[in-house]
């Protein structure tokens, strides 16, 4: 058991506590749930407005679940799955108005597989092979109209040559 004091000056001597910090207006800024002095639950973050900003599940210190960030709209913003306090599978970065910005895998806390950014109107942006954690591969862009424009080698995030741009008036073909 420990004291902990609150913000109002009262003291509580408990395994199992919630902090929370206030933005000088005194809109909440973040709450945090304890359990046996680690955090244990959902983190939330608030700007300062009042709006949710953050969403962190933690299980004994750890962060262990679906990790998710909003826009002050409330719109989502981001998500990534957390296993044992590593990120594991999608992240996933989202337009306010909509849609899938950016996308990529986790494997042992590491991006693993291909990375794609995409424009606002879905149209794929760019891509990057990942391997455990390293660039390996081509690196291609392309324009919103899906034509090649540009790509560069890189093998174990060495750069292998120069970028090759292709002007878009020719379809992506130099």
């Known amino acids: 058991m420990k004291t902990f004091k609150y913000k ?11 902090v929370d910090h ?16 680690r955090v244990h639950g959902i983190l939330k973050s608030y ?19 679906m990790a998710k960030e909003y826009f002050a709209s ?21 337009y306010e108005a909509g849609g899938i910005f950016s996308q990529v895998s986790y494997v042992g806390g590491r991006k693993h597989g291909v990375e794609r950014w995409n424009y606002p109107s879905g149209a794929l942006m760019s891509e990057t092979q990942w391997v455990r954690g390293t ?3 081509v690196i291609k862009g392309y324009y919103e ?15 292998l040559g120069k970028m090759i741009e292709f002007p878009e008036t020719t379809g992506g073909v130099r």
Request: net charge negative; with cysteine; aromatic share 12%.
């Open 135 to 137: 660039v390996t591969g």
């Open 22 to 37: 206030y933005y000088p207006s005194n809109e909440l800024e973040f709450e945090i749930p304890y359990v046996n002095e």
């Open 8 to 18: 109002d000056g009262t003291e509580c001597l408990c395994d199992e506590m919630e």
């Open 145 to 159: 109209s899906g034509a090649l424009k540009y790509e560069k080698a890189v093998a174990t995030d060495r750069e």
């Open 47 to 65: 700007y300062n407005d009042g709006a949710l900003e953050a969403e962190t599940p933690y299980t004994m210190g750890e962060v262990q679940g």
């Open 74 to 94: 409330g719109a989502l913003k981001a998500e990534l799955l957390y296993e044992n306090g590593v990120p594991q599978g999608s992240e996933t970065w989202y």
